[in-house]
T-cell receptor
Framework: ETGVTQTPRHLVMGMTNKKSLKCEQHLGHNAMYWYKQSAKKPLELMFVYSLEERVENNSVPSRFSPECPNSSHLFLHLHTLQPEDSALYLC???????????FGPGTRLTVL | GIQVEQSPPDLILQEGANSTLRCNFSDSVNNLQWFHQNPWGQLINLFYIPSGTKQNGRLSATTVATERYSLLYISSSQTTDSGVYFCAVEQVFGNEKLTFGTGTRLTIIP
């Protein structure tokens, strides 16, 4: 247990569905991150939130929409996804952006 | 951006063997972390080691920042060590972003 939880662990959705991924950290950290891990590719940073403000958006398509309502919770809202968006989506948190990141277990997403 | 290369890409060992995983990076870093991703996909932080040497049980890591590489040593391997090992670095003046290597897939055979 790293103190970072993600739900759901598995998600299958159609291209017209709308769903949300949830991440929660119980570590008192101030920075939270979304990463995407596709097969045979390095992890890609998608979004960074620091003190609930988005500080980085790595050219992610608008069909991915993050939300950070408070420092403990991070959401990734999904709509009109494509099959190539199927991947493992990992959430991480750190005390500040200069500190070690701790990862959640991930949500394995399949888009049909 | 900074390039991170890990070697070997795949490693298959008998239980009890020792292994060395390497991470080369192309620019100066102020953060380097080693992660283990288990077969269920979970990433576990192993070391935060921008320089120097650290040990934790059967695992140890050394980063030689001036020569831009880091090594992860696993001794007396166990089947639970199987998975993918990632090195991730943060470039100095690099927008505080962790860049991951493509990983080394380690398989420990009983």
């Amino acid at each position: 247990e790293t103190g970072v939880t993600q739900t759901p662990r598995h998600l299958v959705m159609g291209m017209t569905n709308k769903k949300s991924l949830k991440c929660e950290q119980h570590l008192g950290h101030n920075a939270m991150y979304w990463y995407k891990q596709s097969a045979k590719k390095p992890l890609e940073l998608m979004f960074v939130y620091s003190l609930e403000e988005r500080v980085e958006n790595n050219s992610v398509p608008s069909r991915f929409s993050p939300e950070c309502p408070n420092s403990s919770h991070l959401f990734l809202h999904l709509h009109t996804l494509q099959p190539e968006d199927s991947a493992l989506y990992l959430c991480a948190s750190s005390q500040t952006r200069e500190h070690t990141q701790y990862f959640g277990p991930g949500t394995r997403l399949t888009v049909l | 951006g900074i390039q991170v290369e890990q070697s070997p890409p795949d490693l298959i060992l008998q239980e009890g063997a020792n292994s060395t995983l390497r991470c080369n990076f192309s620019d100066s870093v102020n953060n380097l972390q080693w992660f283990h991703q288990n077969p269920w996909g979970q990433l576990i932080n192993l070391f935060y080691i921008p320089s120097g040497t650290k040990q934790n049980g059967r695992l140890s890591a050394t980063t030689v920042a001036t020569e831009r590489y880091s090594l992860l040593y696993i001794s007396s391997s166990q089947t639970t060590d199987s998975g993918v090992y990632f090195c991730a670095v943060e470039q100095v003046f690099g927008n505080e972003k962790l860049t991951f290597g493509t990983g080394t897939r380690l398989t420990i055979i009983p």
